[in-house]
């Protein structure tokens, strides 16, 4: 015989568990059911030789999962699946060597009222060897717990085996049963570190300033070239104004493609005569520098060594850089 179950699961094992008489053997990664515990331990009341393995795990050790030292005290044999023996994933019992039931059903109250649960019941003489050969490889393995571990809140939250969203769910059913005060825990130990890994910066346009050549044409004197490995920091360039004469002197930094001037943009418009005060020069020399670093941070340095002015002009644009 062999049947599947898929709701109200925990009703269909506590019976098998109240027949048996000689030997019940449970497998079970999470297991805070209190009415499959108090089945255990009526069966061990009734000199049923009943045996559990346990996931090492902070959520069977919690307060409000059923106290295993309650079992251990009442004749049963506890033994704790620690990573000795991988993640043991198990949930089945063997119940007289002659039924077994497993599933994905755990013993707990999550599974019981949030899952889409199954088990098998069946009295196949081959699947309960198995499942009994199982359970007797994973007892090898494994000594008898004298103790069971009981944690307190702060242990809890020390511990890195917690799925916080799952327990804090498991405790709201379980205080929902049994009428008892809902405590959340709250994930305290978790450092989440966020590191940023940029790609190599490069000027993504030409930048410079807006002159005239030697002809008398507007043109694109650029100080930075497109594709540039940032940050990068230009050669001064000397450039002569006439401070005798000009009463102004504008001068517009500007980025795009030098050879169409379509493609120019402004970046600032700034006047030099700041750097010419108090010369009177046909041909003031004054130098130039620009630098720009991988975050699209631009500085224009204007020095007059005649005037001993300087200028600073600085400004913030990540649009001239790019990535590759």
Sequence with gaps: MEKAYFSGIRNRIIP??????????VAMAWFTSNELFEALINALNRDVDVELILLDNAIN???YAPDFNEFINA???????????????????????????????????????????????????DIVMLFSAEFQRLQNLLSVS???????????????????????????????????PVRRFFETKTEVVRTEIKKTAFAKYAIGIQALDDNGRVSFNPFITSGTKLPYHSKETEFF?????????????IYGNPNNVKEWNLIKEA??????????????????????????????DVSCAESGQKLTISTLDSKLVKYE
Aim: contains cysteine; charged residues 25%; negative net charge.
């Design 75 to 125: 004749g049963g044999k506890l033994r704790i699946a620690g990573a000795e023996v991988g993640f043991m994933h198990h949930k089945f019992c063997v119940i007289d060597d002659s039924v077994a039931i497993t599933g994905s059903y755990n013993w707990t109250y999550y599974a019981e009222t949030r899952n889409v649960e199954n088990i098998v019941i069946s009295d196949n003489s």
């Design 16 to 25: 098998c568990l109240n027949n048996a008489t000689k030997k019940i053997q």
């Design 241 to 253: 104004y006439d401070s005798k004469n000009m009463k102004e002197f504008p001068c517009l930094f």
């Design 61 to 63: 050790y919690m307060y």
């Design 146 to 180: 004298s103790s069971c571990a009981r944690l307190s809140w702060d242990d809890i939250e020390q511990r890195d085996d917690v799925d916080y969203r799952e327990l804090n769910y498991e405790i709201e059913r379980i205080c929902e049963v049994q009428n008892r």
């Design 271 to 300: 006047d030099l005569m700041q750097v010419a005060m108090g010369t009177s020069d046909v041909d003031l020399p004054i130098k130039i520098s620009m630098s720009l670093d991988d975050n699209g941070s631009l500085r224009v």
